[in-house]
Structure formats: C-alpha cells, structure tokens
C-alpha cells in the first residue's frame, strides 16, 4: 500500500525555521498533486497549508502562511518538502503529508493519502 514516511519538525523558536520532508513509496508520485494540512492543539480538523501540482509548476498556500512556507518536490526521489521560515506561536500543529489528484484543493477529503503527522512546536 502507499506509505508516505514524513522526516523533520520539532521544537523552534518564534521566528525560527523548520523543513518538513515526506518521502513516498508504492504511491506513483510523478502523477499525483501533493500537499500538506496541519492540526493545532483542540482543533477538530486538519486544514490546508499549502499543496503542488504533479510537476511543481504549480503552488498554493493557504493565506497565513504565504511569504513564510515553501512547497516544493524532486519527483526523481518521490519527496515533497515543506520549509517553513519566520514560525510563530500560531503555526504549531500536527502536520500532515498528504497525496491527491487535485493540486488546488483545499479540502482534506480531496487527498487520499496521509502521512503519519509530525509535531512542530513554536514558542513564544
């Protein structure tokens, strides 16, 4: 079945930096739109951060974190990044590495497959 092995978050200061990776396995990555959602602390659902077209020719960013995250992906290794510059207190959430067919949607039931989440903490 599709894996999808997220790497990196953790701990930073407000105003610090992260890079998030996802590395994807039996999924034809080449083909499909990528993405990454994030849960906060009591929140009930996972909202969209940012996604990128099957090629990368295409971004989108939800509007409190455009000018501070980067999607981007290398097709050749089947990996999707997030790097998230100038973090602050209200960006700390459970990530998730997602996999779709729909680069421009924002709608967690547009993606099919899930990473695992990895936990960003920003302090303030």
């Known amino acids: 079945q599709v894996q999808l092995v997220q790497s990196g978050g953790g701990f930073v200061q407000t105003g610090g930096s992260l890079l998030l990776s996802c590395r994807a396995s039996?999924?034809?990555?080449?083909?499909?739109?990528m993405g990454w959602f994030r849960q906060a602390p009591g929140m009930g659902r996972a909202t969209f951060v940012a996604?990128?077209?099957?090629?990368?020719?295409?971004?989108y960013y939800a509007d409190s974190v455009k000018g501070r995250f980067t999607i981007s992906r290398d097709n050749t290794k089947d990996t999707v990044t997030l790097q998230m510059d100038n973090l602050q207190p209200e960006d700390t959430a459970v990530y998730y590495c997602?996999?779709?067919?729909?680069?421009?949607?924002?709608?967690?039931?547009?993606?099919?497959?899930w990473g695992p989440g990895t936990q960003v903490t920003v302090s303030s």
């Open positions: 997602t996999g779709g067919t729909i680069s421009n949607s924002e709608l967690p039931q547009e993606y099919g497959y």
């Open positions: 039996r999924l034809n990555f080449p083909a499909a739109a």
């Open positions: 996604s990128i077209n099957f090629d990368g020719t295409r971004t």
